[in-house]
């Protein structure tokens, strides 16, 4: 279906992006130990740079925020060069790129910090799950709750690495405040337990979103800039009663902030909390002006209903684009997929399930090469 709105050109701040296709953020660890953004890197973003548009994997803001083993960060001149080496590949392969912006809080282990805590908005620790450190699989702790000191400090992380994004080439940032990262446990009433100016009332729980967001906004200008939310989630042990009121909310702030685009997570592929009815991206619609990214577990044929129902204006997709590096290609001419139900070598290691995936051009020409043969 080559005259598939999803397949057409979309314009997003300035730029014409060559699809309405979205590689969606994909934390992959390949970066070492040290958190440097690196060549392998790189490989995987040029072989899928004919997406509309690129959302790089969670890079850490700090060191505090990390929380996931060989995940890149963003905090030193080092950092900035790994990206800018793999900005200038992509920008090469005529593809654009944004950063997401992370910190973990909560969802994270005083492994990874010398033995300190992790902080977060209060101190209550995920249940119902562990987590993979440095030093093995462990359970989570309990973490400190954020003094006045670290909300301030960890802002003005957010804004650096906002200047180091825009230093290394990037052509836009997303601030990641879904999946029950720092940013979404003092959006969710559940972990947000706060009696001060950050936690409580809806405008509360906000503030701190708002402060990071009047942060990035003063490096790049709105239009250039997304946010993500999970409204629907349930990962890291999110999910509270009043998340339609919340996330509907933090929407109408947004929008007022005239930000570039919302990601929004509306699909269910990643858990859902059930404490309702999902939200959809057509209420979003209704509370968001700017760009609608839809994602988490979209077909091709969903997509496309998606946006030629208005609801979204792109849709991300995220395991079929690791082990088909082509996928715009395989949707516009109907290819077959590989299989992406595989995930033993996604996370870790070097190329093995990270770069060495075929293009259907590859795969059939192997194919037609044997028969000959």
């Known amino acids: 279906m080559t005259d598939s709105a999803l397949f057409q050109p979309i314009e997003w701040a300035g730029k014409t992006l060559q699809n309405k296709m979205v590689l969606a ?9 040290e958190n440097i953004p690196n060549k392998i890197m790189g490989d995987q973003y040029v072989q899928r740079a004919d997406a509309g548009l690129i959302i ?35 920008h090469n392969a005529g593809g654009k790129i944004v950063l997401q912006l992370w910190h ?12 300190e805590l992790p902080f977060s908005a209060s101190a209550i620790k995920i249940e119902g799950d562990e987590i993979h450190t440095p030093k093995g699989k462990k359970p989570y702790e309990v973490p400190r709750a954020m003094t006045a ?55 509360n729980r906000y503030r ?3 402060e990071v967001m009047d942060a990035v906004l003063s490096v790049w200008p709105a239009q250039d800039v997304g946010v993500r939310l999970s409204p629907n989630g349930v990962f890291n042990d999110m999910g509270a009663d009043d998340y339609r009121e919340t996330f509907t909310y933090v929407a109408q702030q947004l929008n007022k902030l005239k930000v570039g685009y ?13 404490r309702g009815e999902p939200m959809t991206l057509a209420e979003f619609r209704a509370l968001f002006d700017g760009l609608i990214i839809g994602n988490c577990g979209y077909t091709k044929e969903e ?15 995220g395991r079929p684009w690791i082990t088909n590096p082509d996928l715009p290609t395989r949707f516009k001419h109907d290819y077959p997929l590989t299989p992406f139900d595989d995930p033993s070598t996604w996370y870790g290691g070097d190329e093995e399930g990270y770069t060495d995936y075929e293009t259907y051009e590859e795969s059939s020409g192997k194919e037609a090469m044997s028969s000959l043969t």
């Open 262 to 274: 919302l990601h929004v997570m509306d699909g269910l592929a990643f858990g859902f909390h059930e």
């Open 56 to 90: 790089s994997e969670a890079t850490s803001i700090s060191p505090e925020g990390v929380g996931w083993v060989n995940a890149p960060g963003i905090y030193t001149d080092e950092m900035v060069e790994g990206w800018r080496s793999i900005i200038n590949r992509v």
């Open 25 to 33: 953020p994909m934390t992959r660890g390949r970066a070492g130990n």
């Open 208 to 210: 701190f979103l708002s």
């Open 303 to 317: 997509a496309e209903k998606r946006i030629s129902d208005g609801d979204g204006d792109m849709i991300a997709f």
């Open 149 to 203: 000191d670290d909300i301030q400090r960890t802002v003005e992380d957010f804004k650096k690495a906002a200047i180091n994004a825009k230093a290394a080439g990037f052509d836009g940032i997303e601030v990641h405040a879904a999946n029950g990262y720092l940013i979404n446990q003092f959006l969710d009433s559940r972990s947000n337990q706060r009696d001060d100016a950050y936690g409580g009332s809806l405008e």
């Open 104 to 115: 973990t809080g909560r969802a994270s282990h005083s492994d990874f910090h010398n033995g």
